[in-house]
Each structure stands twice: as C-alpha cells, then as structure tokens.
Nanobody, 128 residues
Framework: QVQLVESGGGLVQTGGSLRLSCAAS????????MGWFRQAPGKEREFVAA????????FYADSVKGRFTISRDNAKNTVYLQMNSLKPEDTAVYYC?????????????????????WGQGTQVTVSS
C-alpha cells in the first residue's frame, strides 16, 4: 500500500514556474514507477509525465515536452514535476500516481489505467 500526497500547486502568471512534489509513504518507493496526470474542468484526466523506478527513463506528453521535467529522489520518497513556461492551458488539478515497477513500465506508463495508487491532487492555475 502506498499513500501519495501532492503539494506545490498554486496561482502563477503565464510564463511562470512551479514545482510540484509528491511524497510517498512506505519503504518500497523505489519499487514503484511514478506518473503525473492532470484534469481540467470538463475534461478527461490526461497524462503529463512518468518516470521509472530508478529515474533512468522518463516520458512526457507532447504538450509539456521541453517545459516540464519529472524527477525523483528515492532517498526522500518523493517525485517532482518542475513546470516552466506555464500557459493558461496548463490549468488543472495535478495528480501523482504510482504503480509497481514489476507490473508496468515503458510507454504503458502513459495510461492512467496502469496505476494502482493516486494522490488527492493539487490545483495549478495559470493566469493570462
């Protein structure tokens, strides 16, 4: 069982930056692949970024590639999403998610259906 708690959301102007954090409980964080997803009002949840257990492989949605960076610190049981050059269309609730690395990996990490554990979400609002 993994519990995930996101933080770092807020209100930022277009072009600004935010760093989201997702703290995971438990001693087995290193065995999980992690993902970030987002959901805007009236829209479906969409993939943002994912990272494998070691941090050696990362995946990004085309809409955020070059602007967002996912990383993890296994010693701190935390995954991060650094968001730069933010746009109004990035406004959404951002969720982190976890899945056992033994269960899913690679490009499958782009699918929300792969993940077993979800955080409660953190709101990101980008003003124009």
């Amino acid at each position: 069982q993994v519990q995930l708690v996101e933080s770092g959301g807020g209100l930022v102007q277009t072009g600004g930056s935010l760093r989201l954090s997702c703290a995971a409980s438990g001693r087995t964080f290193i065995t999980y692949a992690m993902g970030w997803f987002r959901q805007a009002p009236g829209k479906e949840r969409e993939f943002v970024a994912a990272i494998n257990w070691s941090g050696s492989s990362t995946f990004y949605a085309d809409s955020v590639k070059g602007r967002f960076t996912i990383s993890r610190d296994n010693a701190k049981n935390t995954v991060y999403l650094q968001m730069n050059s933010l746009k109004p269309e990035d406004t959404a609730v951002y969720y982190c998610a976890a899945v056992s690395a033994a269960k899913s990996s690679g490009s499958r990490l782009r699918s929300a259906n792969e993940y077993d554990y979800w955080g409660q979400g953190t709101q990101v609002t980008v003003s124009s």
